[in-house]
């Protein structure tokens, strides 16, 4: 019997309790023991629920319980996670967590600390909630140089663009749906400006590209700035908008890693990623494309891979799993501006069309029914993004108003 002590009881922690519960034969006979709750920490008062007994306020409970063998962190933000987290792994215990605020600022520490101790700091849920992806990129696909990674990491946002693509919702009745129906919180801020998609493209980052990809050193627009003309642009251009987060390993062994609505080309295996589900695509010199779906939160499917590190933490008591990656301080990451895109322009004014021309040179213009006279849109040759920004900055200075401006992704 292994002895395992849970840190929350919020929406993912009651379903990893739920599941360790419910499927105790199961993962019995994936382990050969059994794998018994002893505490579940957590201020608030649950006395309805079955595990009533398990429940404690006190972390000192699991820290000085010696039984106690792995650690589920499922509370959440950075404070106290870090600290609990910490002073798990340093007293030899191994942790697994959802956390993707907690690994994407302190992975590299505790990755070092669970090293030195000889146990594991595991995460899989951290970044695509139920989809596989960690154990996929750091077991299945080992053999192969992986030199990008681009993903819809953000159900809330990709539920809101869908709503706006399919049904015609401006962003804030969608933004609005996605709330009541339980997608979006009620302060939105970190999945429509980008932060969460950014914390796990740095994570996915990190563990391909072997450094600490810290989310203050990577770009990041979120989706608050989308209109339904851009959407119709975009239909035009026979491609539909998504909130990417991309990462790619350039000739000179940097980075170019960034966080942005982008218009992908229908033909891609990311384009028809709806609603709240998320999709990631690896690109390996071995497999080519491989893409992992599926809803990448919600109780269960983000409790069913917390479970699996936890067994997978069981199985190796004695031994280490090697997931690692070094410090970093963002010397191997490119400036945005020097990221190569073309871009999508929406413009308005008197010759529009001819300015921009004389600015950008060749552009491909978007044509589309229904529009205002003097309104027009374009896409520019791929160019380094600094030298896109100062272009646009000419085109404003010769009396053209610029409405949008969105990157065509590569993918």
Known sequence: MVSVAIMGHGVVGSGVAEILTTHKQKLFASLGE???IKHILDLREFPDSPLVDKFTKDFNDIINDREV????????????AYDFVKQCLKAGKSVVTSNKELVAAHGAELLAIAKEENVNFLFEASVGGGIPIIRPMSQCLVANIVYEIA????????????????????FEDALKLAQDLGFA????????????????????????????V??????????TNITLEDVKYAEAFNCVIKLIGKVKRLDSGKIDILVAPMFVPKMSQLANIDN??????????????????????????????????VVDCCKHLKTRKFLFWADGNGSNIIPYTESKTAVYVRIKGENALDKAEKIFGAISVIKREDVPADEAAFVTTEMPYGDITE????????????????????L
């Open 185 to 212: 919180e009620r302060n939105p801020a970190a999945d429509i400006e980008g932060h969460d998609a950014c914390r796990k493209i740095c994570i996915l980052a990190s563990l391909a590209f072997g450094k600490h």
């Open 69 to 80: 063998r792995v650690v589920v962190e499922v509370m959440g933000g950075l404070n106290p």
């Open 34 to 36: 059994e794998i018994y």
């Open 151 to 170: 993903g819809i990491l953000n159900g809330t946002t990709n539920f809101i663009l869908t709503k706006m693509i399919e049904d015609g919702m401006q």
């Open 391 to 410: 272009k646009i900055e000419a085109l404003k200075n010769e009396g053209v108003e610029v409405l949008s401006t969105i990157r065509i992704g590569d």
């Open 214 to 223: 810290y989310p203050d050193s990577v770009h990041t627009e979120g989706i």
């Open 276 to 309: 709240e589900f998320n999709g990631i695509m690896v690109r390996g010199d071995c497999t080519g494309d491989v893409v992992f779906y599926g809803k990448g939160a919600g109780k269960l499917p983000t409790a069913s891979a917390v479970v699996a590190d």
